[in-house]
């Protein structure tokens, strides 16, 4: 393999890269769902969210590695990976609109148990996916129980899913009004992302 492209190593330095930044971004979305309905929006949510689509943006060239990517199976999952990746990213981002959406409205309470579990699990796998990341070089006993963790989360949050659902049609009697469709969408958004999640594992672990 020629000298220019990138081996093993320097593509999961590469993807950790990312993976961390994405970490960040939902750990800002995990604090600005799980606000209660009587909790005061904190005042420096607008910087966190000014600084989550800072982080958004300058994730562009981060994968410019890719120009790298070694011509063979290592290449062609790491391709993969970064679709994958590339997804999580987008779907943060759509959360982190739907909120500006919602604007300074703390949400309704019939969200608010799935909700705070459904947020705190996806950051849960996002540090997992990190973790997982970097101890891929030198630890593979220590990546495969964080792959573990990220499957039994994902099962989690399908579940989750399923309740939060029929609490809303039973709370509202079928009836959606606009805070209501935009936190059923911000949760499909957050069952998708662990979705992604646990298929860039899947991978990362062959690699």
């Given at each position: 393999m020629s000298?220019?492209?990138?081996?093993?190593?320097?593509?999961?330095?590469?993807?950790?890269?990312i993976v961390s930044v994405q970490e960040r971004i939902s750990e800002y979305v995990d604090k600005r769902l799980c606000?209660?309905?009587d909790d005061i929006i904190d005042e420096s949510w607008d910087g966190k969210r000014k600084d989550a689509f800072k982080q958004i943006r300058t994730l562009i060239d981060k994968y410019a590695f890719s120009r790298k990517l070694p011509?063979?199976?290592?290449?062609?999952?790491?391709?993969?990976i970064i679709?994958?990746?590339?997804?999580?990213?987008?779907?943060?981002?759509?959360?982190?609109?739907?909120?500006?959406?919602?604007?300074?409205?703390t949400f309704n309470?019939?969200?608010?148990?799935?909700m705070t579990t459904i947020s705190r699990r996806v950051h849960e796998m996002m540090t997992a996916l990190k973790h997982m990341i970097s101890e891929r070089a030198s630890n593979s006993e220590e990546a495969e129980n964080a792959l573990e963790v990220i499957i039994r989360l994902e099962r989690q949050?399908?579940?989750?899913?399923?309740?939060?659902?029929?609490?809303?049609?039973?709370?509202?009697g079928g009836d959606?009004?606009?805070?209501?469709?935009?936190?059923?969408k911000i949760v499909a958004d957050l069952e998708h992302i662990s979705?992604?999640?646990?298929?860039?594992?899947?991978?990362?672990?062959e690699i």
């Open positions: 000298s220019e492209f990138l081996d093993r190593s320097a593509i999961l330095k590469e993807l950790v890269t606000l209660k309905c011509k063979n199976d290592l290449g062609i999952m790491t391709q993969a679709s994958h990746l590339l997804n999580i990213q987008h779907t943060f981002l759509r959360v982190l609109v739907r909120i500006d959406m919602l604007q300074d409205e309470e019939i969200f608010m148990d799935s949050i399908d579940e989750d899913n399923i309740v939060i659902c029929r609490q809303i049609s039973v709370a509202t959606s009004d606009f805070p209501c469709y935009m936190m059923r979705d992604y999640v646990k298929e860039c594992a899947e991978i990362i672990a």
